[in-house]
């Protein structure tokens, strides 16, 4: 066990809704990464919370925006779902930032998206 | 061209047959090397980390990077079927945000 949860383990929703995923990263773990992962395919990262703050985006566009607050947890949100947003998303959390040379990420189990 | 290759198999072994999984990268900044396993429906779980060229053994996982060659490899030795999950390579630039992973290569090891 990692000590990274996440909520919920399933959802469904349809073309056009919002929906906010949930992640509570390991004690002392300040940064947090969400990522996507579609069938088949190795995650790709979507942005990166140090502290509180966006500290790295990857190649995803502003419909997905994330928080991160003092108590460990963090929320992706994503706007104006498309069919293609059906994925695993993962949250995964770090001790330090972008510095740390032993920046290792411990992954939560995910959430699996899917829209239709 | 992605910047980690990785064949998806699926790759198909009898039970105690070492295995050798593989990736390529294409940027000389990665540093950092990690193999993860992926079981179905659950999140990756972090097997091996290693810092630039060199091996690292866990028990019965190798990991091994060339950095000459761009190449990263995981054996695992004395395969058993609760080894059957998917395993993704990642790559990480110290200074940078994320981890560049494989599509990740799936395993069978069989009984």
């Known amino acids: 066990e990692t000590g990274v949860t996440q909520s919920p383990t399933h959802l469904i929703k349809t073309r056009g809704q919002q929906v906010t995923l949930r992640c509570s990263s390991q004690?002392?773990?300040?940064?947090v990464s969400w990522y996507q992962q579609a069938l088949g395919q190795g995650p790709q990262f979507i942005f990166q919370?140090?502290?509180?703050?966006?500290?790295g985006r990857g190649n995803f566009p502003p419909r997905f925006s994330g928080l991160q607050f003092p108590n460990y947890s963090s929320e992706l949100n994503v706007n104006a779902l498309e069919l293609d947003d059906s994925a695993l998303y993962l949250c995964?959390?770090?001790?330090?930032?972008?510095?740390?040379?032993?920046?290792?990420?411990?992954f939560g189990p995910g959430t699996r998206l899917t829209v239709l | 061209q992605k910047e980690v290759e990785q064949d998806p198999g699926p790759l198909s072994v009898p039970e105690g047959a070492i295995v050798s999984l593989n990736c390529t990268y294409s940027?000389?900044?990665?540093?950092?090397f990690m193999w993860y396993r992926q079981y179905s429906r659950k999140g990756p779980e972090l097997l091996m980390y290693?810092?630039?060229?060199g091996n690292k053994e866990d028990g019965r996982f190798t990991a091994q990077v060339d950095k000459s060659s761009k190449y990263i490899s995981l054996f695992i030795r004395d395969s058993q079927p609760s080894d059957s999950a998917t395993y993704l390579c990642?790559?990480?630039?110290?200074?940078?945000?994320?981890?560049?992973f494989g599509t990740g290569t799936r395993l069978k090891v069989l009984a």
């Open positions: 995964a959390s770090s001790l330090a930032g972008v510095v740390s040379g032993t920046d290792t990420q411990y």
């Open positions: 004690s002392g773990h300040n940064t």
């Open positions: 919370y140090y502290r509180e703050e966006e500290n």
């Open positions: 940027n000389s900044a990665f540093q950092y």
């Open positions: 290693t810092y630039s060229s």
């Open positions: 990642a790559s990480w630039a110290s200074g940078t945000y994320k981890y560049i």
